[in-house]
């Protein structure tokens, strides 16, 4: 955040006073050996975007994985670089940059059936994010009047919860429409 805040043309600690307190979330994803061919166009996960501020993603070089989204339409292969980061924005943090920075659409793919080796992965993922009663509103060196802000100000712990549960909702319903579908 000290790097993203002289990026932005801000004093170096200007996102501590809505960083502190709060630690980040660290998760290791493990993705199984696949024995079983998966179904076609079948994803390990859906594409989605992060939801705070920076998200650090170590992936490992085992075959299929991330892909982000472009400009163009397209899904683009991020390819595992030995001993780096992935990083992505996540919609907090495009929010306060007014898209300056965007949220970054993203999922990750099986690995053809062709590909040599083990489909077995590992990812080590940081979220970060603002605490939960910070507000987040367009930073002043990200607007001007050809560029006025495109978001109202939200506070970040009830931006992250209704993310939460809009998610939680359609999985629940998805359960919920299977098991009436089953046969007895």
Known sequence: ?????????????????????????????????QEVEPIPGQLRYGAHS???????????????????????????DVQAVPNAFVINVGDLL????????????????????????????????YFTAPRDDAWIECLPTCQNAANPPRYAPVQAGEYIRSKLEVSMIGKAGQSSRRSQTRDP
Do not use: C
């Open 1 to 33: 955040m000290r790097m993203g805040a002289l990026a932005l043309d801000l004093p170096e600690t200007y996102f501590l006073p809505f960083m502190e307190g709060k630690g980040g979330v660290l998760r290791a994803v493990h993705y199984p050996e």
């Open 50 to 76: 992060d939801y705070g501020g920076f998200t650090i993603l170590r992936q490992d070089g085992a075959p299929g994985g991330l892909q982000v989204y472009s400009k163009a339409g397209e899904w683009i």
């Open 94 to 125: 495009s929010r306060w940059t007014n898209d300056r920075w965007r949220s970054t659409l993203h999922r990750v793919v099986n690995p053809p059936r062709s590909a040599f080796g083990s489909s077995r992965r590992l990812s080590l993922v």
